[in-house]
């Protein structure tokens, strides 16, 4: 098996599930190019006995019958692997159908592995594809102790909407989910590691930054290239890698793609997010049942998060956008996409450091839990979320980008600074932290108390301002 970074628990679980002795039905889902296709195909190798992917909507042109490709692609892969005998299917019923006579003709009493991948691809409008999907496991997967079945799928709401959450014939059926997430700090260091690519600790937070941990993304890294200059290649300049990928990324995963899309370009505006009205408003979408819909593919998909902000009602949830990738596209590469030395150019220029700032928060919410075991308290009940307060004529307004509110009756008010070296806090910069813990301390009870958590890159430099920090946080303690 090829080294595969992490997904230790996963590949358990996969193993556990292979060696059982009854039908085992599988759903792998995560955001696209996180590295489902790659998990399960290294994972099992030479043991599947059938296998097909899903025809990109993305690669179908238009006017053609997207259920006649759909069917004539899966029938090439059952002439693959050996059906013989039976003409092309003018349905699903009959593509499963000659499915099961193509298994019963291998069937020589061991396991027997079917992997779908991208099975939303397959459900074409009014093609009948979950219908026959459905009569394919219950009629007769089911009843055979040696069948494994898994589905993967980069459309996570369709993955949990028709399987996880079904309430039609799949109801029940999975016998097991498998959500598959982005690489770590941790483990984007041991991919580079292991790929033979010098990167400091450093770096690799910028590349997480822009990259999200993205497997597929990292892969496009060379080798005795600088962090800036990996970046050119991918995104930049006139045939870069990744070219189009934006678009390609939404268009392959939603149905309703440039809804989606105009509402993560509205987000991408705002580091704290939105409420359902505000973005309704600005997209022009009604706000209704289809845009709580969408707000719920995105969430589910990784690219936004729902979250209540400090101090309000449960019902004002705010939409902000997490997906690291989307948030660099939207802000530098799609206005810049031609400038072939754009990330080298501006590196260490005004632009690149107000995004340094953001993007750096971003990471940190990704890596809650690596901050809560620095801090030593993972095993304290505690909720994270955002606060921001308007300032007025008598009173200085505050931002706070991450707030952990623990059930010992501490809040961590965390500042994050990414910084090229150890961070010093001037004078001015404690004038505006105190107002920032006193406007917190407003809010509490008095038994609450506030610690002031700096995370930074390379810690805080001690001085006469400096004492105000309780507790510290380093980026060698969010690669743990």
């Given at each position: 098996?090829?080294?595969?970074?992490?997904?230790?628990?996963e590949?358990?679980?996969?193993?556990r599930?292979?060696?059982?002795?009854?039908?085992?039905?599988v759903?792998?889902y995560?955001?696209?190019?996180?590295?489902?296709?790659?998990l399960?195909?290294?994972?099992?190798k030479?043991r599947?006995?059938?296998?097909?992917?899903g025809?990109?909507?993305?690669?179908l042109s238009?006017?053609?019958?997207?259920?006649?490709?759909?069917?004539?692609?899966?029938y090439?892969?059952?002439?693959?692997?050996?059906?013989?005998g039976?003409?092309?299917?003018k349905?699903?019923?009959?593509a499963f159908?000659?499915?099961?006579?193509?298994?019963?003709?291998l069937?020589?009493?061991s396991?027997?592995l079917?992997f779908?991948?991208?099975?939303?691809w397959?459900?074409?409008?009014?093609?009948?594809?979950?219908?026959?999907?459905e009569?394919?496991?219950?009629?007769?997967?089911?009843?055979?102790?040696?069948?494994?079945?898994?589905?993967?799928?980069?459309?996570?709401?369709?993955?949990?909407?028709?399987?996880?959450?079904?309430?039609?014939?799949?109801?029940?059926?999975l016998?097991?989910?498998i959500k598959?997430?982005?690489?770590?700090?941790?483990?984007?260091?041991?991919y580079?590691?292991?790929?033979g690519?010098?990167?400091?600790?450093?770096?690799?937070?910028?590349?997480?930054?822009?990259?999200?941990?993205?497997?597929?993304?990292?892969?496009?890294?060379?080798?005795?290239?600088?962090?800036e200059?990996n970046?050119d290649k991918?995104?930049?300049g006139?045939s870069?890698?990744?070219?189009?990928?934006?678009?390609?990324?939404?268009?392959?995963?939603?149905?309703?793609?440039?809804?989606?899309?105009?509402?993560?370009?509205?987000?991408?505006?705002?580091?704290?997010?939105?409420?359902?009205e505000?973005?309704a408003?600005?997209?022009?979408?009604?706000?209704?049942?289809?845009?709580?819909?969408?707000?719920?593919?995105?969430?589910?998909?990784?690219?936004?998060?729902a979250?209540?902000p400090?101090g309000?009602?449960?019902?004002?949830i705010?939409y902000?956008?997490?997906?690291?990738f989307s948030?660099?596209?939207l802000?530098?590469?799609?206005?810049?996409?031609?400038?072939?030395?754009?990330?080298n150019d501006?590196?260490t220029?005004?632009?690149?450091?107000?995004?340094?700032?953001v993007?750096?928060e971003e990471?940190?919410?990704?890596?809650?839990?690596?901050?809560?075991?620095?801090?030593e308290?993972?095993?304290?009940?505690?909720?994270?979320?955002?606060?921001?307060?308007?300032?007025?004529?008598?009173?200085?307004?505050?931002?706070?980008?991450?707030?952990?509110?623990?059930?010992?009756?501490?809040?961590?008010?965390?500042?994050?600074?990414?910084?090229?070296?150890?961070?010093?806090i001037d004078?001015?910069?404690?004038r505006?932290?105190?107002?920032?813990i006193?406007t917190?301390?407003?809010?509490?009870?008095?038994?609450?108390?506030v610690?002031?958590?700096m995370?930074?890159t390379?810690?805080i430099?001690?001085?006469?301002?400096s004492?105000i920090?309780?507790?510290?946080?380093?980026?060698?303690?969010?690669?743990?």
């Amino acid at each position: 098996m090829e080294n595969i970074i992490g997904r230790k628990s996963e590949i358990n679980e996969l193993e556990r599930l292979y060696g059982s002795n009854r039908p085992e039905f599988v759903a792998v889902y995560g955001r696209r190019r996180v590295g489902k296709t790659f998990l399960i195909k290294q994972t099992f190798k030479e043991r599947m006995t059938f296998q097909h992917t899903g025809v990109s909507p993305v690669d179908l042109s238009r006017g053609t019958s997207r259920m006649k490709i759909q069917l004539e692609s899966f029938y090439f892969s059952l002439l693959n692997h050996g059906l013989k005998g039976f003409a092309p299917p003018k349905s699903w019923l009959e593509a499963f159908y000659q499915l099961e006579q193509l298994l019963k003709s291998l069937d020589d009493g061991s396991r027997q592995l079917v992997f779908l991948d991208e099975l939303s691809w397959m459900d074409t409008p009014r093609s009948g594809f979950l219908s026959a999907f459905e009569n394919f496991w219950n009629g007769w997967c089911n009843g055979r102790d040696n069948i494994m079945v898994i589905v993967c799928g980069s459309a996570t709401s369709w993955i949990l909407g028709n399987l996880s959450r079904s309430r039609g014939g799949l109801y029940g059926r999975l016998t097991s989910e498998i959500k598959l997430s982005p690489f770590t700090l941790k483990e984007c260091e041991e991919y580079f590691v292991n790929e033979g690519i010098e990167m400091s600790r450093y770096d690799i937070i910028q590349s997480h930054m822009i990259f999200g941990g993205i497997p597929y993304y990292l892969s496009y890294f060379n080798k005795g290239y600088s962090f800036e200059k990996n970046v050119d290649k991918i995104l930049f300049g006139p045939s870069p890698r990744l070219k189009d990928e934006f678009n390609r990324l939404f268009n392959a995963v939603f149905n309703n793609a440039e809804d989606c899309k105009k509402i993560v370009r509205h987000l991408a505006t705002r580091h704290s997010g939105f409420t359902r009205e505000e973005i309704a408003q600005a997209t022009g979408l009604p706000l209704g049942g289809g845009l709580s819909n969408t707000l719920s593919s995105l969430v589910e998909s990784d690219f936004i998060m729902a979250y209540t902000p400090w101090g309000v009602s449960a019902k004002n949830i705010h939409y902000k956008l997490i997906d690291n990738f989307s948030l660099f596209w939207l802000k530098y590469v799609e206005t810049n996409a031609d400038d072939p030395s754009y990330m080298n150019d501006n590196a260490t220029g005004d632009i690149m450091r107000a995004w340094r700032g953001v993007a750096f928060e971003e990471v940190c919410w990704q890596h809650i839990g690596q901050i809560k075991r620095a801090l030593e308290i993972g095993g304290v009940k505690s909720s994270i979320s955002a606060w921001s307060v308007k300032g007025d004529a008598t009173h200085e307004g505050a931002q706070i980008d991450l707030l952990i509110s623990r059930q010992d009756n501490v809040v961590n008010l965390c500042e994050m600074k990414f910084a090229g070296d150890i961070y010093t806090i001037d004078r001015e910069e404690e004038r505006k932290l105190r107002n920032r813990i006193e406007t917190l301390k407003n809010t509490l009870s008095r038994k609450q108390t506030v610690h002031l958590t700096m995370v930074t890159t390379y810690g805080i430099a001690q001085g006469k301002h400096s004492g105000i920090v309780q507790r510290q946080v380093t980026m060698d303690d969010l690669f743990e």
